[in-house]
């Protein structure tokens, strides 16, 4: 039914797509590409009422660990979905009007599409979409984050051939086999980049006494963290406080100890992608050894990740172009073809895009 607020609200207003992940948040907007990636950090006032926000995004993550008592860095959304509900609404109302004012459009009143894990219940749908509503959304859908992953990779989803993705982020790991714009298998494991970063900072605690913080482990994980041997093994020193003396220590470290602490993370994402090759069909399993295994997300740049999959699989495995950013882009591809792209949308129990009232 045609409504008139409606198309005049569409005048000014963007088509954006969200990967609200874990770790970071990213917006695309249609026509613009990726204008927004913001660690998915908010600073709030302890014990506030109504909450009141103090920064979002990188200001709120260098705030993290030198925080007062009065003031708290949380991350909203832990393995993939919504674990503060006002907290998460307040980061995607900010980001949504940052991106109308970046583009000085006067009415943030947008089209949404939401990447959500594969494995989520109804009810944390209902979150994530409650969340995009109140933040001032117009439409809001939501897509499952591997299939939004293997469109903005440019795979060729809706095509009577498979193809496959393997959905790498902060919190969760998402494991696809697509054909004729639809999910064939798929598996959602709460196992990813958070869990990496606690591996090293187990190991450092368990091998060398050392404490160290969450922003320590991963820029080592960035750094010097592999799957897979390098040909030039690499060191980095590490920085925290001795468990024993309560000292500051500095140890050097190798990247073949740091492979050693994610090999149990690495191990289980590699188990979870066979196993969803083991129950693919058949006659897909032979399209993906011609076309291979696409990874995406941002912890799939893990040095020789693509290299491990290729051993395990004995299939080819490749890193994606941008593959940070492939969530957002393919959510945002959606909207820009969605009379085409429509069934690959998620229903919620009412089966229809929620569209917010207000102006």
């Excluded at 979905?81 to 583009?103: C, G, N, P």
């Excluded at 969760?172 to 999910?183: D, P, Y």
């Excluded at 969450?214 to 590490?238: C, F, H, Q």
């Excluded at 693919?280 to 912890?299: F, K, Q, W």
Aim: proline share 4%; with cysteine; charged share 25%.
């Amino acid at each position: 039914m045609f409504n008139p607020l409606d198309a005049f609200l569409g005048l000014f207003s963007l088509d954006i797509g969200i990967d609200l992940g874990t770790a970071n948040t990213l917006v695309y907007v249609r026509g613009k590409g990726v204008i927004i990636n913001e660690p998915s950090w908010v600073a709030i006032e302890r014990d506030s009422n109504p909450l009141k926000v103090l920064a979002i995004g990188s200001e709120a993550k260098e705030m993290v660990g030198r925080t007062p008592a009065n003031i708290v860095a949380i991350r909203p959304l832990r393995d993939g979905v919504i674990s503060e509900f006002d907290v998460t609404k307040a980061m995607l109302d900010y980001y949504i009007k940052r991106a109308h004012s970046q583009l000085l459009l006067p009415f943030p009143r947008p089209r949404v599409v939401v990447g959500i894990p594969s494995g989520v219940t109804e009810v944390e749908k209902r979150a994530v979409y409650d969340a995009a509503i109140s933040a001032g959304a117009r439409e809001a859908y939501l897509i499952e984050e591997p299939m939004a992953a293997a469109i903005g990779a440019g795979l060729p989803v809706t095509e009577a051939r498979g193809s496959m993705v393997v959905d790498i982020g902060g919190g969760t790991t998402e494991v696809g086999v697509f054909c004729l714009g639809g999910i064939v298998v798929s598996r959602s494991l709460r196992i990813a980049g958070d869990e990496m970063d606690e591996d090293i900072t187990q190991y450092m605690r368990q091998k060398y006494n050392l404490f160290i913080g969450e922003r320590m482990a991963e820029r080592v994980k960035m750094t010097v963290g592999s799957a897979y041997p390098l040909d030039e093994e690499l060191t980095m020193v590490m920085r925290g406080r001795n468990l024993v003396t309560g000292l500051p220590e500095a140890i050097e470290i190798s990247s073949i100890e740091i492979r050693e602490s994610l090999s149990n993370s690495v191990g289980i994402i590699l188990d979870q992608v066979k196993d969803t090759l083991d129950e693919t069909p058949p006659e897909l399993v032979a399209d993906l050894m011609e076309t291979g295994i696409c990874l995406a997300g941002g912890s799939s740049q893990l040095k020789g990740l693509s290299d491990r999959v290729s051993e395990e699989t004995n299939m080819r495995a490749w890193v994606a172009q941008e593959s940070m950013t492939c969530v957002a882009r393919g959510a945002g591809k959606v909207l820009e073809s969605l009379d085409t792209l429509r069934e690959v949308l998620v229903s919620t129990d009412d089966r229809r895009p929620r569209q917010s009232s207000e102006f």
